[in-house]
């Protein structure tokens, strides 16, 4: 059975930094792109960063410096780490199998306020 199970959200401070974890298993998680999808409140899912098989990465404009996306499959981990953290960056952080908008799989989701 494919899960994701994600941690790490909080409620932290603008300028403040966050570490997302999101543990995979049911599936060889090494030979997938892998992705983090944001949902702010009142709003669609929104694609925030993916990183290839071999560890590339890609991020969207308004993250891209900030945030880094890194993977660790002898673990079965995928991390978004978030530094200088904006309050539009809060919403339900979700990690997500696939990338380019085609996801088979999406875990439960970790909640990232970013509020003074």
């Known amino acids: 059975q494919v899960r994701l199970v994600e941690s790490g959200g909080g409620l932290v401070q603008p300028g403040g930094s966050l570490r997302l974890s999101c543990v995979a298993s049911g599936f060889p998680f090494g030979g997938y792109y892998m992705s983090w999808l944001r949902q702010a409140p009142g709003k669609g899912l929104e694609w925030i960063s993916d990183i290839s098989i071999r560890g590339t990465a890609s991020y969207t404009l308004s993250v891209e410096g900030r945030f880094t996306i890194s993977r660790d499959n002898a673990k079965n981990t995928l991390y978004l780490q978030m530094n200088n953290l904006k309050p539009e960056d809060s919403g339900e952080y979700y990690c997500?199998?696939?990338?380019?908008?085609?996801?088979?799989?999406r875990g439960q989701g970790t909640q990232v306020t970013v509020s003074s």
């Open positions: 997500a199998r696939g990338s380019g908008g085609t996801y088979s799989a």
